[in-house]
């Protein structure tokens, strides 16, 4: 195997493709690509945000090592103060890109950054070519041209970007060196807000909701308010099912355009040579900024600690190299990525890098991983009202840590997926021995924790002062 192409979705849901048992989405490309390659069905973000998810994949190492661990440009308080991050990936971090342009690969970047501005772009950490990486979350001005969009030039108007970024993956493969292999870092936008698609697949989606008798509105289900500063106006709203058209028509002109760089790859020959893989940054946004997905079986979704937030759809092919059609139940997380494509690159590892990360190439091979211990640490509060938290997976059994109330949680997963049964007082001696587990890992990371914010009654009374006075 030669050459890699790593595309990462925004935001995408564990349950958003067919082959995860959507049955309101249309994914034909993903779920073939599932068939001929492993799909993971316990692969995790290493964050429920996308930034330090982002981080750990280029780094090997968990956010909290690296320094990442909220969103860039996100801050805000509640009854915890908010705790310090990089606002870019640390040029002093030997990043996965950088390992394989000096192993001679053409490196490219299309898409999402997010990592930072300036001396911490793509083209600093490693890649010959950027195109769309910049300091930008999200397409402040919409998915259509103009995009007037750092790093990317405005196509003819009305252009979509996922499109366009197609287009230019496409290019790059077309016009690469053939006498070197290349990393294609194809990281989409889509299906993070703004909520826009192509109004012909809008419209099917509408048509199919009404056919299944999915009324949207009836979709979502208000709840608790959000108990932080910037958000004492709002509340959460979860989805119950799926019936968005306009994500569903997102989902489906992502994967149409997958599918477009994967016959360049047949007609160029690269097939078998290269290893792709999909995943995505966090899970499905569930909870609030208009709910697009539903992540159920799984509870809640982007910027929670629950199965919602940090389980992602990930799929790995290269016929010829990796078994075909098989399912693959092993815990990864972020981390893992950076020494798994090393060795199927046939690289050396980098173990003084990729500190937190365990190749799992052997897993997909068949094979099995040690026993080992997966970690969260999320000391912020999310816009979707997730809370401050750390949490720890370790065999069956995840904790999740509650920073404001001090509080945990005891879940069996293979037993309870939907993390419904609190078994903290039922197991009290598991919750223990994995509660000192997250404790001496935060230690060894020198991960930040959130302190009590003495303001917060007088901030709180305030904003609430002036949220009534609007009225």
């Known amino acids: 195997m030669k050459n890699l192409l790593f595309i990462l979705i925004d935001d995408l849901g564990w349950r958003d493709l067919t082959c995860y048992e959507s ?26 945000v996308c930034s330090p998810t982002r981080a750990s994949l280029l780094t090997g190492k968990y956010p909290s090592r690296v ?8 801050h805000t308080v509640g009854a915890l103060e908010d705790v310090p991050y990089f606002s870019g990936l640390p040029r002093h971090e030997y990043s996965l890109p950088q390992a394989l342009k000096d192993d001679g ?29 910049g300091h930008w979350g999200h397409p402040k001005n919409g998915y259509f041209s103009p995009y007037k969009m750092p790093q990317i030039e405005d196509g003819p108007n009305g252009e979509y970007l996922t499109d366009r970024l197609t287009d230019e993956a ?30 012909d697949l809008v419209r099917k989606y509408e048509r199919k909701a009404k056919d299944m008798g999915l009324d949207d509105a009836k979709a979502l289900e208000p709840g608790e308010g959000l108990n932080f500063l910037d958000g004492l106006d709002r509340h959460v709203v979860r989805r119950r099912f799926q019936s968005h058209a ?5 989902i489906e002109n992502l994967d149409t355009n997958i599918g477009r760089v994967l016959q360049t790859l047949e007609e160029e020959g690269l097939t078998s040579e290269t290893l792709v893989v999909v995943s995505s940054d966090n899970g499905g946004l569930s909870t609030a900024e208009g709910s697009p997905t539903c992540n159920a079986p799984l509870r809640e979704g982007k910027g929670w600690a629950e199965e919602g937030g940090l389980r992602v759809p990930t799929i790995f092919s290269c016929p010829g190299r990796l078994p075909e059609g098989v399912k693959i139940d092993e815990p990864v997380s972020s981390p893992d990525f950076y020494p798994t494509f090393l060795e199927a690159l046939n690289l050396k590892q980098l173990p003084k890098q990729h500190v937190d990360g365990v190749s ?3 897993v997909l091979q068949g094979g099995k991983m040690n026993s080992r211990s997966l970690y969260w640490h999320y000391p912020h509060y999310s816009n979707q009202g997730g809370l401050p938290t750390g949490a720890v997976r370790k065999g069956p059994y995840k904790l999740i840590e509650f920073f404001e109330s001090k509080n945990c949680e005891l879940y069996h997963l293979e037993n309870d997926i939907s993390e419904l049964n609190n078994l903290a007082e039922v197991k009290p ?20 924790m959130p302190r009590k914010n003495s303001h917060w009654e007088e901030q709180k009374k305030a904003r609430l002062s002036q949220i009534f006075s609007s009225f």
Not at 180 to 197: D, G
Not at 430 to 448: G, K, P, T, V
């Open 23 to 48: 049955t309101f989405y249309e994914t034909p490309v993903l779920d073939q690509l599932a068939r001929r390659g492993c799909q993971l069905t316990n692969a995790y973000a290493a964050s429920p």
């Open 429 to 448: 001696h598991i919750a223990a021995e994995l509660h000192e587990d997250l404790n001496r890992w935060r230690q060894s990371h020198r991960a930040l």
């Open 246 to 250: 306009t994500y569903a028509a997102m």
């Open 170 to 199: 496409i290019q790059l493969l077309k016009n690469r060196n053939l006498d070197q292999p290349f990393f294609l870092n194809l990281w989409h936008y889509t299906v993070h807000t703004p909520l826009q698609a192509p109004p």
């Open 67 to 74: 320094g990442i661990t909220q969103y860039i440009g996100g």
């Open 360 to 362: 799992f190439w052997n």
């Open 105 to 133: 690969f053409q490196t490219w970047h299309v898409g999402k950054w997010h990592l930072g501005d300036g001396v911490c772009l793509p083209q600093e950490h490693g890649f010959d070519v950027n195109i769309g990486g």
